[in-house]
């Protein structure tokens, strides 16, 4: 998203060089006019367009942003760390472009600085479980059950609350009780179903973050089917089955080779051939990154091709093939230049990711996003809730 984020000029319409016909002043009683509302289908004849997301940052730029953060962070045993994401998600942000314009990111690292302490507090009682008895591990048990629920409601709420685009924020409207229901209750029915009910829990989680957002007083939504999220997961579980099948078979072969010529009395896999390890290794990082790279492109198509903003759709086309190869070499790159490339590795992973995102429209974008931010002067915005922190790392 770039660092400007003005509105586009406005077209000039047809036959705006014609002569003008004088208005005709309405009568003193006749009511007045209303604008027809943005929100609603277009119609059918309307012509549609489409706008690519792009993103505009370089890798070299975010180096500079990231190092910076890192030492600073560094230097301050992590209390930098609340406006290092700041400045992270800024660049990000801004950087982003859609329609002509960039988005913002306006969060106060005083607010994330505490979140983070809250959930440092929260990780803690976590860690200590195992050395506590019995009931106190049940007492920090409830304890994060009844926190981290509402806690998580408020980070999204936060998220967005401090996003805005043209000049106008995005909203969280989700409720403690959605909150609890989504964090709490369904993931332990995921468990106590085995982890069948997995993909439904993922389902209900896109729902209530589409359904629950807003930019201005427009409501997103998705009609994503939950089928989408089992298929998805389901290939991803046997792409993971068949490498790890596999890997378990090359382990049998090779140990019975090995064993087959070692000393009597050698010790276990001393005769293992030197790739053996590495192989092994390798085939858990394509198993895991394989299906990754399906979840994530299969889920995102499907939520983000049946979403809505009021008249506007979205077209996402990412690649599982082509997802899979940057995530990979990404992370080859990263682990071989022992961390330096990773802020050329998320600017590489955002570039594609924001190339993939369209916004289908019959009217030009500026014009929503104006009539949309007149709607919320006109009606009076309500009182902002006091976001006070983030928990979000």
């Known amino acids: 998203m770039g660092e400007d984020s003005g509105l586009d000029s406005a077209e000039v319409p047809p036959g705006a060089n014609a002569e003008v016909t004088p208005a005709v002043e309405a009568p003193p009683d006749a009511p007045p006019v209303e604008a027809p509302p943005v929100q609603g289908a277009p119609p059918e004849s309307a ?47 801004r950087h ?31 860690s200590v479980m195992g050395y506590a008895g019995t009931v106190l591990t049940l007492v920090i048990l409830v304890v994060l059950a009844v926190l981290l629920p509402w806690l998580l409601g408020r980070s999204l709420r936060f998220r967005l609350h401090n996003s805005s685009y043209r000049g106008l924020r995005f909203k969280f409207h989700g409720t403690t009780n959605q909150a609890y ?48 999220f089992y298929v998805a997961h389901i290939l991803a579980a046997m792409l993971m089955g068949a490498m790890l099948t596999g ?23 001393a005769d293992m051939p030197p790739w053996f390890l590495p192989a092994i290794f390798a085939g858990y990082v394509l198993a895991f990154v394989g299906g990754q790279a399906i979840t994530t492109a299969r889920i995102q198509n499907a939520v983000w091709n049946r979403a809505r903003l009021g008249s ?70 309500e009182t902002a809730e006091l976001f006070d922190f983030d928990i979000g790392f």
């Open 47 to 93: 012509p549609l367009e489409l706008d690519r997301m792009v993103f505009t940052g370089t890798g070299s730029e975010y180096f500079r942003i990231w190092i910076v953060n890192l030492a600073l962070t560094i230097a301050t045993l992590g209390i930098y760390s609340a406006w290092a994401k700041v400045r992270r998600l800024q660049f990000f942000y």
């Open 96 to 126: 982003t472009r859609l329609a002509g314009a960039g988005f913002d990111y306006h969060g106060d690292p005083i607010a994330i600085l505490k979140g983070r302490l809250v959930g440092l507090v929260l990780f803690g009682l976590y």
């Open 181 to 228: 229901w989504i964090f709490l209750a369904m993931p332990l029915l995921m468990v106590v179903s085995l982890f069948t009910l997995g993909p439904l829990w993922h389902h209900r989680l896109k729902r209530y973050q589409f359904s629950n957002a807003a930019f201005g007083r427009t409501r997103f939504s998705t009609s994503a089917e939950v089928g989408d």
């Open 247 to 269: 890997l378990i078979f090359t382990i049998a072969i090779t140990a019975v080779a090995s064993g087959a010529g070692r000393e009597t009395g050698g010790p276990p896999g």
């Open 312 to 381: 506007l759709g979205f077209i996402c086309d990412l690649s599982i093939v082509r997802l899979f190869w940057i995530q990979l070499s990404n992370l080859a790159a990263t682990v071989f230049t022992l961390g330096f490339f990773r802020p050329f590795a998320q600017v590489r992973l955002a570039r594609y990711v924001a190339g993939c995102m369209m916004l289908v429209r019959a009217v030009p974008f500026s014009a929503f996003a104006t009539a949309e931010a007149d709607n919320v002067t006109a009606m009076g915005e």
